[in-house]
Each structure stands twice: as structure tokens, then as C-alpha cells.
């Protein structure tokens, strides 16, 4: 059994020795560089571009502008593609872009013998504009001209469900309700990847060749054949290790432009790495979004119904488009069911602010922090238990969404509270906080969430996986799922171990994809791989499994053969046949019947289920200096099974210090008149050092889940997601102000302590 | 431009032909495939580029390579021993799971390496402090913190 074992991680050998190659790792000596130039306003036209000096310059190569890339606009969501037209991303954007859309669009592209070079033409080139007034916020950018023209109020989708049959009005009717009202405020958040995106492209026998960070190897593929129309498998992308993902990279980025120039110069390698700076910006950031919510509470603490208006910040062009904010808008009922009716409104907004795409949660994290803190509100105001409020209203198990079907099949969520409680004696310090005085205080907060497995059935769900038999007896494991540091690799080589019988120590997983090599896999994302190409290499492993057991009795000449343990192959009894290895050699070099053992398989993923979790956190506040300090915080988890409890513990860490931040410290700032970022460098925009991080608690409530591959659920992005509305909700215990708004930054904090008069 | 310096790399004896104006990162990249040396920030923020210079840690993005005259320099690549075991650091690192995309453990390693051979010791408080030129995105630095002590307490 090595399901639920603390095996290390696979890749861990190669990543403390420097052994372990990442994209730039790998580029050839003699690769061109290139380098992106960004244009300086956030809305207009570029009207001309003078490169004349930068191709003055020694060393440098070709210039390419906006005016010379093929005139194809594609899309860059990393979502498997649809051959259904209406299910299609938006494909919004060219290569380089006339139309500027952000501060920082990309305009045009120099080539360079060396970055040094490539870095010195971009200031030479000369660039006319016709400058319209950036909108950056969403009431500017729905009152002003369309950045796209096919959105006119610059609105790219607005979305209305119901679930009850009357409106929130009609719900009132009849019932017994007070009212309780809030707006919420989350800002722009980014990513931060350790390593920067980079790639390099060349062509060989005949197609393009990428290298490169990311996410999403086989959606990657299939975009630049769109970008550059040519056929798809004339492209080939190779995925090495990559430093972090965290949704920016399930974006297509700059793989098709570098292809695109490459093919240009005639197949040339040439390499396209992004600085820090231009991380922030030109990648990808999470949607900062205006939530509003309304519901009717009964005095029993019923919520009777609710109505929740959200509008999201898209920035310049679509990525992810509507789906972030309708991922959120859907939690709202698999979060809280009403009594009543569910009434829920919610809108993407283009604006001239850099493209929101995916990043760890998609939506949730946003619309959590508002349904959570506003819970909050409600207990406070009616005077009720905040634990018992939460507890009568939450989905139980056996819960199914009435709109797209997806189950809550088990639910430790109430037992996941008790955890939290417990841990902390939350009941009674929350008591105990809510009457303080002087400048430092404690509070103490609790948030829960739901959050789905995959994307079915709002999108298609498929992976695979293909096993080849060593003629050692050993496994080679290919998927084209990937790797990008939550340690897929290693629960894939536990998951082919425990199936096929063969040893974990001889199971050899394929790190890197190449989309000519590894089957087809839609990628990292979604928290869906332990689960969706965790079946694939369940099924694949059954059958590589059945194939050597079939050859085991074709060497015996019976039919004695049916299991396989710790590398022998048994019968019924359990009692040892032969080795494994042996019927690996005289498969390939038996000289009647060589047969090379190996098996691929498909997993048509067409279900799903809710992970669901708590954060329960204490803190204290210095409300002089505004600063709040976490004394203990845990979290506590119902993603069914564990497959490997020290990599699951690695993903709450991170997913709790990305939470931390949230509540406290991120935000990307934009001058309000040009839309350039103030703060877009990890000096000016504060992820957590290790000095701002709390040692982190966390606690599994395990219950075998019967979807998933091994009885798994979601547990990749699910951390994130509770931590920001808790600490906010122990802010409120310390106060009783009402932050409605996060970062809850030093500033933001003492003002709102000044005004109360509490200093 | 040119220049040529000597300096010892991860033991060894170099001479190294490099361009005054470079960073050591590209010199120990660029020139000697010791890429185990992370590009995170080419500004001195993330400490994913550290390397040891006369033991202590450097970010050498921020280090030109033409001061590494005469120093002696370790990467990760130097922290394994002849036959290939594994440095008690590195040993601590795997043990906590303290890895997780990989791009920020060179340049820890090293800090940690530092700390350890300092021969002192120290509370998580003050290791919190010592680690805290370098960011991570992953881990939330408490298996990095478990580690590092780990390391510490079985060296001294």
C-alpha cells in the first residue's frame, strides 16, 4: 500500500542537488534573445513606430511591430477547446497589438544577439499614439467607449441564475426576515511565481519547437497553431520543471509570439524571458472584484433568501474571460443553500488594468471572503452564535447543485469546525474578545468554504496516461498532466504503484511533457489532476497490470495468474508464481512471442464532488500602528482521501501563507490617471517573507470519497480560499468594525479605528 | 571587454574569461552551467540566486563577477560530496518536505549551509530572520523553517 504514505517526493533529490532543469536550464548556447516593448499608455492607437535606430544597433537581429504580425486574434484561456463554436474563449488579441488595451500591451518584439543588446534597441524605438482616457475602474469603464468593439459598454458578459422559483422580493413575502446589507471590495492580486516566465523556440524536421514554463503543454500547443494557423501538430511544446504556476501560467503567454518570431527567422532558436517587472503586468493577475450582498435572515437564523451582485475586473483583454467570476458566483448556493431563493447577478467588465486570468481558487477566494464576512456580520447583528449561524445554513452531504449538478457526496465540514474550534477554543475567546479595550486586542475568526473538483461538466474533463513495461520489471509512467511544485509526480508514481503491484521505488515517472511524447492531458488547474488523471492512471495501471499477468500465464502455460504484489505475481492463495522482472525479460526477448508490455488509457471524466474546510485563526492588533499580528491558525480539511499527507500538508501551507496575504498584504497599485502600476516588483508589492509568516497548522478529516481514483477530492487551491474573511472575521471580533475591504493594510485599518474613536 | 579572473568554484581551481560588466549569476550560468543558480528578480529582492562567496551568502545577481576575484564560491551544485551523498542540509530538506517547485532551494540551501557551518545556534525566531532574504511562494516557509532546524540541531 503506498496510497496515504509519506513517500518523498520524487523530484526532490534532483531539486536539492541544482539537477532538476527548468526552461532557461536548457537554452542553447548561440540562442537570440528577445526582448517585448510595452506601451506607455494604457488606451489607445499606436499610429506609428520608428525603428530605424534600434536597428542601427550592432547585434541586433529584426524588429518586429504590431503592424508586421499576422492578423489573427486568438484566445489564451488555458481550457481544453471545444468544438462547439458557442463554447468558445474569446480570441481577442494578435501577436503584438495596434489597439493598446493596458499600460504595458505589448507592441512590439526586438531580437538580439544578447539581452544587454536587445535591451538598449527597445529605448531607440520611436512610438506615435493616439491616447484615449484610460478606464480603470468598472463604473468608468461601463459608462465609457468599448475597448472591444464587439462589447459595447465595455461589458463582456453579465449573468443572472435563480435557484427557488421567485425573486429575493417574492421570498419576503410572508416571511418574518430582517435585512442585512453589505458591500465588499477584493483587490488585484498577483501571482508572484518564483521563476519568471520564459521560453525559447526553434524549428526542427519541419516544426515549430517551444520550451517552455507552463501550466498547460497540450493547450499551449494547440494555441500557437492558432496564432500563427498552422497545424497543431506542427507544433511541439516541451513543459521541463517549472517555479510555480499558480494560474498565471494556465494562461498561453508569450509561446506564440516566440514562435511566431523564431518561424520569422527562419527557425532560429530563439529565447523570450520575461523580467519581474514585466511578471507582474504582462502575465496574468487575479480579478479584483465589487461584491454586493443582501439576504433575509429569519429570527431562528434561517437564511431565507439572498441576492448577490458581483462585478469583476477583467483589465484589457478576455483570458479567463467570464468564467472567474461565474466559478464564484456558483459557490454562493454551494456554500449556504436558502430557504427561498437564491438570487444571483454577476458581470465582467473590460477596463485598461492588466489581464485578470486564473490564479489559485478561481473566484472563490473572492466571493468566500465576502459570503464569510458578511455571515459574520449577520451573527453579530442578530446577536447569534456565528458557529451555529453557519451550521444551520451550510450544505450538508448529499447535496446537489440545482443548477449544474455538482455533489457535495461526502461532507466533513461540521466535523472540520469542531477541529477548528477545538484548536483553538473559539467559542469561548470569541466570547471572551467581544468586549475590549485599550490599543492591543485579540479576536479570534473562523471562515468555511466549498469548493468543486475539476471543471465538469461546465467544461470537458479528459486526461491520460500511458505505462510501459522496463525489461526489469520496473514502470515508465508518461501523462500529460504536470508538475509545476504540488507534487503531481509523486501521488501519480503512488497511485501507479498501488494499482499495478509493482514497487513505488520502481515506478520512473516522465517529469517533463512533451506534447510529442506525453498523452494528452489539459493540464494543471482547477485542483483537478489527483482526481481527473488520478482515474486516467488507475485505469492505465489495470491494464498494464492485466497485460503482465496475461503474459505470466501464457509463460506458465495456465490461467493461475490474478494479482500482483511487491513485484511477484500471485495466485488466488497469494502464493508467488514469478517475478515480475521475468516475465519483463522474456517479453521482449522470448523468441516465439516477444510482446513489449504497455498500456494507455483515457479517463473520460464525466463527475464530480465539493471539497469543503475551515480557517480558524486568533490574532492580535495593534490599533495604534493598524497592524495585526496571527498568533494561531490552522485549517482544517474534507478533501477525502490523503494520498500523501507530508505533499497535502505542503499545498495548505503555501495555499494558507498565499490566504495570509490576501487578508493583509497584497495589492497591486495603479496610478489612477495613467493606469500604470505603482507597485509591480517584489519590493513594492509585499508577498509574505519568512518573517511575516506564523507557523501554520493544519489537520485532515478523512472520508473516503467514492469518485474520486483513491476516495480524493480537491485539495490544490482549496487552502487559499477560507483564510482572508477568518482573519477579517478575528479583526471584527477585536473591533467590532466591520472591514469590508481587503488588503486590511496598516493604513486601512487605523483609519477606520480613528473615525470609530477607539484611539 | 574582457577579463580574465581566477577564483576557486565548488573547490575547484578557475580561470574564467568573463565581461566586467556581468553579474556573477550569468558568469556561473552562462559560463560554467552551474544552473542550479536562479534568475527570480536580477535585483536583489528574492534570493533565489545566493551562492556563497568566502562561506557567507551572496544574491549574485547584485555581485559582479569580476569582485569574485580570488573567492572562493559554493553553489548547490557543491554542497553534494565526492561520491554523490547528499549534505546534511540537503538531507533536512528533502526530510521536511521543505522542496516543493524547486525554483527558491538553491539559494536557501546555501543560506542554510551558512547557518549550519556558523557553529551556533538559534531560536526559529532568529532562523526566521536569517532566511528572510529569500521568498517563497510555495511553502509558506514552515517546512523551509523545519528544515533548516532540523539541519542545525543534528550539525551542533
Known amino acids: 500500500m503506498t496510497i496515504g504514505k509519506n513517500i518523498p517526493r520524487v523530484d526532490a533529490f534532483d531539486k536539492v542537488t541544482g539537477r532538476a532543469k527548468y526552461a532557461d536550464d536548457l537554452v542553447p548556447t548561440g540562442t537570440l534573445i528577445a526582448k517585448v516593448l510595452h506601451s506607455t499608455i494604457a488606451n489607445g492607437l499606436v499610429k506609428k513606430i520608428d525603428t530605424s535606430k534600434a536597428k542601427q544597433v550592432p547585434g541586433v537581429i529584426e524588429v518586429f511591430t504590431c503592424f508586421d504580425v499576422p492578423d489573427i486574434v486568438f484566445p489564451t484561456a488555458g481550457h481544453p477547446w471545444s468544438t462547439n463554436i458557442a463554447n468558445h474563449d474569446i480570441a481577442d488579441r494578435k501577436l503584438l497589438n495596434t489597439r493598446v488595451r493596458y499600460y504595458g500591451d505589448d507592441i512590439a518584439v526586438v531580437v538580439a544577439e544578447n539581452e544587454l543588446t536587445a535591451t538598449e534597441a527597445l529605448k531607440l524605438i520611436e512610438v506615435e499614439y493616439e491616447e484615449y482616457t484610460p478606464l480603470l475602474t468598472i463604473e468608468d469603464a461601463m459608462n465609457g467607449d468599448a475597448l472591444h468593439e464587439e462589447y459595447p459598454n465595455n461589458i463582456l458578459a453579465s449573468t443572472k441564475y435563480n435557484v427557488g422559483g421567485v425573486s429575493f422580493e417574492e421570498a419576503l413575502e410572508n416571511n418574518d426576515v430582517k435585512i442585512f446589507e453589505d458591500e465588499f471590495e477584493v483587490p488585484t492580486v498577483q501571482h508572484c511565481f518564483m521563476e519568471n516566465p520564459n521560453s525559447y523556440a526553434y524549428m526542427e524536421s519541419g516544426k515549430i519547437v517551444v520550451v517552455t514554463s507552463t501550466q498547460i503543454p497540450h493547450i499551449v500547443r494547440r494555441v500557437i497553431g492558432q496564432a500563427l494557423d498552422i497545424p497543431w501538430g506542427q507544433v511541439r511544446v516541451i513543459k521541463p520543471y517549472i517555479g510555480g504556476g499558480f494560474g498565471a501560467k494556465q494562461d498561453v503567454l508569450y509561446e506564440p509570439l516566440n514562435a511566431w518570431v523564431s518561424k520569422m527567422l527562419g527557425g532560429k532558436c530563439v529565447k523570450l524571458e520575461l523580467t519581474r517587472e514585466e511578471g507582474f503586468i504582462n502575465t496574468r493577475v487575479r480579478h479584483a472584484m465589487k461584491i454586493h450582498i443582501k439576504s433575509a435572515v429569519s429570527e431562528n437564523g434561517r437564511l431565507i433568501a439572498r441576492k448577490v451582485k458581483m462585478f469583476s475586473n477583467q483589465g484589457g483583454y478576455a483570458s479567463h474571460g467570464h468564467s472567474v467570476v461565474a466559478g464564484a458566483a456558483h459557490v454562493v448556493k454551494q456554500l449556504y443553500q436558502d430557504e427561498v431563493a437564491t438570487d444571483v447577478e454577476f458581470t465582467t467588465v473590460f477596463t485598461n488594468l492588466p489581464v485578470a486570468g486564473a490564479m489559485r481558487g478561481y473566484g472563490v477566494p473572492q466571493i468566500t471572503f465576502a459570503l464569510e464576512a458578511h455571515m459574520e456580520n449577520v451573527a453579530k447583528e442578530m446577536n447569534f452564535d456565528n458557529i451555529e449561524l453557519r451550521k444551520i445554513n451550510m450544505i450538508k452531504e448529499g447535496f446537489v447543485d440545482p443548477l449544474n449538478s455538482i455533489p457535495s457526496l461526502t461532507n466533513e465540514l461540521d466535523q472540520c469546525i469542531e477541529i477548528g474550534a477545538k484548536h483553538l477554543n473559539f467559542r469561548e475567546k470569541h466570547k471572551k474578545y467581544s468586549n475590549q479595550e485599550g490599543h492591543i486586542r485579540k479576536g479570534v475568526g473562523c471562515a468555511i468554504f466549498s469548493y468543486k473538483t475539476g471543471v465538469y461538466p461546465i467544461s470537458l474533463e479528459t486526461a491520460s496516461c500511458r505505462m510501459i513495461l522496463n525489461q526489469d520489471g520496473s514502470i515508465q509512467v508518461q501523462v500529460g498532466a504536470t508538475e509545476i511544485g504540488q507534487g503531481a509526480d509523486t501521488v501519480f508514481t503512488q497511485m501507479a504503484a498501488e494499482i499495478t503491484g509493482i514497487t513505488y521505488d520502481k515506478v520512473y515517472i516522465m517529469s517533463a511533457q512533451d506534447t510529442d511524447v506525453t498523452p494528452y492531458d489539459s493540464g494543471a488547474y482547477a485542483s483537478r489532476q489527483t482526481y481527473v488523471s488520478g482515474h486516467a492512471v488507475k485505469k492505465c495501471g489495470l491494464e498494464l497490470k492485466q497485460k503482465i499477468l496475461d503474459y505470466a500465464n501464457y509463460l506458465k502455460e495456465s490461467e493461475i495468474a490474478v494479482d500482483i504484489k511487491e513485484n511477484h505475481v500471485l495466485d488466488k492463495d497469494g502464493n508467488k508464481i514469478i517475478h515480475v522482472s521475468e516475465v519483463a525479460l522474456e517479453s521482449f526477448y522470448h523468441r516465439e512471442n516477444s510482446k513489449h508490455i504497455a498500456a494507455e488509457a483515457t479517463h473520460h471524466c464525466d463527475t464530480n464532488t465539493i471539497s469543503h474546510g475551515t480557517t480558524f485563526v486568533e490574532i492580535e492588533v495593534d490599533l495604534k500602528l493598524g497592524l495585526v499580528k496571527i498568533l494561531d491558525i490552522i485549517n482544517v480539511h474534507d478533501s477525502g482521501t490523503i494520498i500523501n499527507p507530508k505533499t497535502a500538508l505542503g499545498q495548505v501551507h503555501g495555499g494558507m501563507s498565499m490566504g495570509i496575504a490576501y487578508a493583509l498584504s497584497e495589492e497591486l497599485l495603479f496610478n489612477p490617471k495613467t493606469g500604470e502600476a505603482y507597485n509591480g516588483d517584489l519590493l513594492g508589492y509585499k508577498i509574505p517573507t519568512s518573517l511575516d509568516s506564523p507557523d501554520i497548522s493544519c489537520k485532515f478529516v478523512e472520508k473516503y470519497d467514492p469518485s474520486g481514483p483513491f476516495g480524493n477530492k480537491a485539495l490544490g487551491e482549496p487552502p487559499t480560499v477560507p483564510v482572508a474573511p477568518a482573519i477579517r472575521n478575528a479583526l471584527f471580533n477585536a473591533t467590532g468594525i466591520k472591514y469590508n475591504q481587503i488588503p486590511l493594510t496598516p493604513e486601512r485599518i487605523f483609519n477606520k479605528v480613528k473615525d470609530k474613536g477607539l484611539i | ?156
Open chain 2, 1 to 156: 571587454m574582457i577579463e580574465i579572473i581566477k577564483c576557486k568554484i565548488n573547490g575547484r581551481d578557475q580561470e574564467i574569461a568573463i565581461d566586467p560588466r556581468e553579474s556573477l549569476t550569468d558568469m556561473l550560468r552562462n559560463k560554467l552551467g552551474l544552473t542550479s543558480v536562479k534568475k527570480g528578480c536580477e535585483v536583489g529582492e528574492c534570493g533565489a540566486c545566493t551562492v556563497l562567496i568566502d562561506g557567507k551568502s551572496y544574491n549574485s545577481c547584485i555581485y559582479l563577477a569580476s569582485w569574485a576575484k580570488d573567492k572562493s564560491i559554493i553553489t548547490v551544485e557543491g554542497l553534494t560530496s565526492e561520491n554523490g551523498e547528499l549534505s546534511p542540509v540537503q538531507k533536512a530538506f528533502i526530510d521536511e518536505s521543505a522542496v516543493q517547485c524547486g525554483f527558491c532551494t538553491p539559494g536557501l540551501l546555501l543560506t542554510a549551509t551558512e547557518i549550519v557551518n556558523s557553529g551556533q545556534k538559534y531560536t526559529r525566531e532568529e532562523l526566521r530572520t536569517l532566511i528572510s532574504g529569500h521568498l517563497c511562494r510555495c511553502t509558506g516557509y514552515e517546512n523551509i523553517l523545519n528544515a533548516v532546524e532540523k539541519a542545525l540541531n543534528q550539525e551542533n
